[in-house]
Every structure is written in C-alpha cells, then in structure tokens.
C-alpha cells in the first residue's frame, strides 16, 4: 500500500487571480503564507499546522493545478515512486527535496485523467500563532473531482494508491478514506474532469452559520445549503468564488472508528438523504452547473509537451 495519510492543500490556475485573492483572505478566513518567490502565485494557510492548504495560480483557463496528499517520511515518498512506476503511472517529478513553498519531500504523478498528484512529507509546519477571527478554517476536509469514468478512477485511486471506499452516492458519487475521515476525496460522474468542490473544515456548526454571514456581507450568496449531508453526516454550505469555483465550509465529518467492521454503504440520492435537515432540498440547476465545471484538460495538457 501506499501509504497516504491526509489531505494537504490543493493548487487552483485561475484567470482572476485578484478578485480571488480578496475573497479567501477577506471573506473565506484563510491567511496569505509569504513566500519568497511569488511569480504570479498566492498561498492560503488555515488555523491548522499545514504550510498552505491552498494556492492560486495566475492562467488562462480555471482548473485543477494539483492535489497534495501527506505521507509519513521520505521512505515512503521513495517506496510510493517504486509502486507508482511498477504500474505504470507517468511520474512527473520523481521523488527529491521540493523546491516549492512549503518545501518537503515528495514527488509528482499523473492520475488517469491527467490531474496532477503530489505526494510529499516533512513539508514545513506553522508554529506561530493564528489570528483568530470569527471564521477559523482548521484545514481541507476534502476535494471532490468530477470524472468521466467514476468506476476507472475509483479503481486507480484504490487499486493504486491504497484509498478505500467508504459510501457511494448511487452509481454517481464515490467517497474515499485514507485515514478514519469518512472521505478526503470524492469523485463524482460528469461528463468531463474537472473540479467539482473543495471543502475547508470548520470547528463547529457556529462557525458555519458566522460563514455564511460573513460572504452574504460581501454580496454573495449561498449556493447550496445549509443542510447536512446523510453520507458522511456533515454539515454544509456551498458558495462560488469570485474565480468559479465551488466552495464549501463543513463540520462534524463522520469519523470511521472500526475500519475492520466497515462496509461501503449506497445512499439513495433522494433529498432527504442529500440533506438530513431538509431545509436546502436538492441542489439546483444552478449549483449542478457550478460543480460540474467546464471541461478541464489537466495540468499536463497545458504544461508537458506532447
Ligand atoms: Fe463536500
């Protein structure tokens, strides 16, 4: 197995990097991390610990720059990089010292649909104080990425890099651990890849209902929710970013104690099961255009010469 631990931070390429940048720092609650080289790229830490849990980066078209999960040491980086080339997955960067912010060990791959995959440890930690506001996001709670090809990816993101699968949505949603989170990531059937949402933790129910306050302040509104969720059990709100994308504060994730007794459940997708509460009913054509993203070709259609 590969051994992935968590979550670390996904990387957005965005063509209003500006009107971004105002939002997650003034509105959304995250702290731009000063880097020393910048070059056209903003980094958001959290409450938590974790170097940044979220970076722009100035493009042509939105997508998905890529996705960061943890490992253990540089042992692991090193074995994952044997597993991943013993399969035949394209490496982009083989495992070294990132020079990137952050830093750490780690390398690059490419999954199936050309996203690109960054698996690194002992990337720098934050130690100094956060500035509390009346909105705290601690960390990602999890990403979910449309596919064209939900059983193929939920193949390659088991088979090969040793997530499980904790919940189905109907044959529509997949919802994978790598830890005892309910999912970190969640893959959902589109009609292309792209990203679909990207949810950032909160300590509580509160602070949910403060977020929600805090962006209708700034002139925006609520694109799904509130509500909880019947898989997974949390709590949520989605909103759009000034760039596009579709955002989420959650809590309360369900937390799987006893993997050995676990066995993936199929929700039905009816809307009291899509919200518990039944007070944000299903998501409307509006929101579903929003998650279902345009088209994204990958980080490596536009940056690896063919
Ligand atoms: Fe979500």
């Known amino acids: 197995m590969l051994g992935i631990t968590h979550l670390r931070h996904i990387s957005l390429i965005t063509p209003n ?4 940048f105002a939002f997650y720092e003034k509105v959304w609650g995250l702290d731009k991390v000063d880097t020393p080289e910048d070059n056209g790229a903003a980094y958001f830490r959290g409450a938590g610990p974790e170097h940044h849990i979220l970076s722009l980066h100035e493009g042509g078209n939105p997508g998905l720059h890529h996705i960061a999960f943890g490992m253990v040491d540089k042992n692991s980086v090193d074995q994952a990089a044997e597993i991943l ?3 035949n997955v394209i490496i982009v960067d083989p495992p070294g010292y990132l020079n990137k912010a952050g830093g750490g060990y780690g390398l690059r791959f490419l999954d199936p649909e050309n996203r690109l995959i960054e698996l690194s440890a002992w990337a720098e930690v934050h130690t100094s104080i956060w500035n509390k506001k ?8 999890h990403v979910v990425m449309n596919t064209k090809d939900l059983d193929m990816i939920v193949e390659f993101y088991t088979d090969v890099l040793g997530f499980k699968v904790t919940d189905w949505s109907e044959h ?12 970190s990531i969640a893959f959902n059937q589109g009609t ?9 933790e909160l300590d509580s129910v509160n602070e949910v209902m403060r977020g929600i306050a805090n962006v209708r302040e700034a002139g925006l509104k609520e694109l799904w929710g ?5 898989p997974g059990d949390n709590i949520f709100c989605y909103f759009q970013d000034p760039g596009g994308f579709v955002m989420e504060y959650t809590c309360y994730l369900e937390t799987i104690e006893d993997e050995s007794e676990w066995q993936a459940r199929v929700w039905k997708r009816v809307p009291h099961l899509m919200d518990q509460w039944g007070i944000a009913g299903p998501p409307t054509p509006e929101a579903r255009k929003a998650m279902g993203g345009e088209p ?4 490596a259609a536009v940056n690896i010469a063919k």
């Open 17 to 20: 990097i500006d009107k971004q």
């Open 85 to 87: 080339q013993s399969k």
């Open 134 to 141: 009346n909105v705290d996001p601690v960390k990602l709670n």
């Open 172 to 183: 529509q949603m997949s919802f994978l651990r790598c830890n005892k989170k309910h999912h």
């Open 192 to 200: 292309h890849a792209s990203v679909n949402h990207i949810a950032y």
């Open 226 to 230: 509130p509500g909880r969720h019947g």
């Open 296 to 299: 994204d070709p990958g980080w």
